[in-house]
């Protein structure tokens, strides 16, 4: 017996941005804020498509979305949101902007604030939330197709979540072609972050069924397709692949949540400024090797899904695929100490994710898989 939900409509393909207009919730849509880092948007002419797309109505553009949105940049979006009042939003581009745009387009109706909500201080929505619609430009994150939003606090460097069944978003436009402009380092990032959803939703003990299936096929298509991808980055069929691997993933995981790897992830980021996907791949082999005991014939089938016949050559797969994508595998190439290990501890060994885990970890344990990775 086993549930699986996902509300979220999906076109996929390449060509869908430029008929954005006619999907979900922009169909009828009267006025739209565009949640967008800017910069790249801008650069690639994103942006400027897609308010011609939607000339049917109003955009106003939010374009200020930082790297790892924090606090400040979600509540000048709500603020935004409710003076020009807006019924849809928009977010265009990499997981960042996906996480504001879900937190914006969820709290600007609610009386409750952002603090409430983390805090754990409100219970439930109180309206509807607007209509969100999310059209990702990088592979990796599946964001356009859970149900959380990241929101970080710089102060404190650290990472909280922001869910609800209601974030998810009403339609994902998926077009491969956006991704043409990724460059290698983000290329590699994000798809290691995609490798790293579906692993861990297939090893999950929440996994069922249908998140096997979906993390199996964005397992194998990770690993026909990211080198390629990252070493030749106008291949569309290698763009077509990893979408599509980032999109089976964020499918798989939104169902069973991530675990060790990602628990681990956020302090790498928050205190070093190491990449997300990249801050989940460092501990991924150790992972796989951990858990390989408590998996029996199901961590069979996942070496087979990395292309391997057992576990163990599973592990040395993943540490190739991060010499390939000239990623290092040591903690002290990206100015991490031994003595730090303990506040990645602090941070970072958190039940909500760590529960997850196929075999029980202890934090010593976790200390001693982060002191051979040093």
């Given at each position: ?6 509300p979220?409509?999906?076109c ?29 948007m ?5 942006s ?16 200020s ?51 409430d909500?983390?805090?754990?201080g409100?219970?439930g ?10 059209i990702?430009?990088t592979?990796?994150?599946?964001s ?13 460097r ?24 990724l ?31 979906l ?23 290698h ?19 991530t ?16 990449p997300h996907?990249?801050?989940?791949a ?21 070496a ?29 190439d ?5 003595q730090?290990?303990d ?25 001693s ?6």
């Amino acid at each position: 017996m086993f549930n699986y939900f996902n509300p979220t409509a999906i076109c996929f393909g390449r060509g869908q941005f430029d008929s954005a207009h006619r999907r979900g919730e922009l169909k009828g849509a009267e006025k739209v804020l565009l949640v967008t880092d800017g910069t790249a948007m801008r650069r690639f002419g994103y942006s400027d498509r897609l308010k011609e797309n939607l000339s049917h109505c109003e955009v106003v553009e939010y374009d200020s979305v930082p790297a790892n949105p924090d606090f400040e940049c979600v509540r000048q979006g709500i603020d935004l949101a409710r003076r020009e009042g807006i019924t849809v939003v928009v977010a265009l581009g990499g997981g960042s902007s996906m996480d504001a745009g879900k937190a914006i387009a969820f709290l600007s109706p609610q009386s409750a604030s952002l603090d409430d909500y983390l805090a754990g201080g409100a219970v439930g929505a109180s309206v509807d939330r607007l209509g969100f619609v999310a059209i990702p430009t990088t592979s990796g994150t599946g964001s356009e197709v859970t149900p959380w939003a990241s929101i970080w606090d710089r102060d404190k460097r650290k990472k909280y979540s922001l869910a609800d069944e209601r974030m998810f978003p009403d339609c994902a436009i998926v077009d491969p072609s956006l991704t043409l402009s990724l460059p290698p380092e983000i290329t590699a990032a994000t798809g290691l972050d995609a490798l790293c959803h579906a692993v861990e939703a297939y090893w999950s003990l929440n996994s069922q069924p249908v998140s096997d299936f979906l993390a199996a096929g964005a397992i194998e298509l990770v690993g026909n397709h990211l080198v390629g991808a990252y070493r030749d980055g106008d291949n569309i069929e290698h763009r077509d692949g990893m979408s599509l691997a980032s999109l089976l993933a964020g499918l798989a995981f939104s169902n069973t949540k991530t675990t060790a790897c990602h628990s681990i992830s956020y302090p790498l980021t928050a205190r070093f400024d190491i990449p997300h996907g990249i801050a989940c791949a460092l501990t991924l082999g150790a992972m796989l090797a951990f858990n390989g005991e408590a998996l029996g014939a199901r961590g069979d089938r996942l070496a087979g899904f990395l292309g391997c016949d057992d576990i163990e050559s599973a592990v040395s797969s993943i540490g190739e695929l991060l010499e390939k994508l000239n990623v290092s595998p040591r903690l002290r190439d990206y100015g991490i100490d031994k003595q730090d290990i303990d506040a990645i501890l602090d941070d970072g060994f958190t039940p909500d994710r760590i529960g997850h885990n196929p075999r029980t970890i202890t934090r010593g344990e976790m200390q001693s898989i982060l002191e051979a990775l040093h």
